[in-house]
C-alpha cells in the first residue's frame, strides 16, 4: 500500500503519542477519519458524512490533556507559511472559527511543531 507524505506525517505523530504515554503523560488523542473518497456520486457520499456530524475543514488530530484539547492540521510542507498556503479554503476557515472560539488549534508541518504547542500548553510538565 502506497503511503501519502500526510499519511506518514499522522504515522510519525501517532508514535510521538504513544512515546507520551508511555512516559506518563496523561495526553490522549486520535486521528479525525474525514477524508474519503466514494466511488460514486461526491455529493451524495458527502452529505451522509455531513449528515454524521462530520465537518468540512475538520482537523487531522484531536489531542486531549485533562480539560485541555489541541487540535491539529497537519500539511506535507517545508514550512509554516508553506503549511498554511497549503490549507483548504474549508481548512483555513475551520482555523478561523476555531481561533474565534479560542480553541488550541494549529496547522504544522512537522511533529516537532506540535511537539512545541504541547509543551506550550503544559502538558508534558515543562
Not at 80 to 100: L, N, T
Not at 104 to 110: G, L, M, P, R, T
Amino acid at each position: 500500500m502506497s503511503k501519502k507524505p500526510e499519511d506518514k506525517l499522522s504515522n510519525k505523530l501517532k508514535l510521538q503519542l504513544v512515546s507520551w504515554q508511555l512516559e506518563g503523560f496523561g495526553i490522549t488523542g486520535f486521528h479525525v477519519p474525514n477524508e474519503f473518497v466514494p466511488k460514486t456520486n461526491a455529493a451524495r457520499a458527502w452529505e451522509a458524512k455531513e449528515f454524521i456530524g462530520c465537518v468540512k475543514g475538520a482537523p487531522d488530530w484531536v489531542l486531549r490533556c485533562g480539560a485541555g484539547c489541541l487540535t491539529v492540521e497537519l500539511k506535507d510542507a517545508k514550512s509554516d507559511a508553506e503549511a498554511w498556503r497549503k490549507c483548504s479554503e474549508e481548512q483555513k476557515e475551520y482555523a478561523m472559527r476555531a481561533w474565534k472560539a479560542g480553541e488550541e488549534h494549529i496547522v504544522a508541518w512537522n511533529v516537532e511543531a506540535v511537539a512545541e504547542a504541547v509543551r506550550g500548553l503544559g502538558w508534558l510538565g515543562d
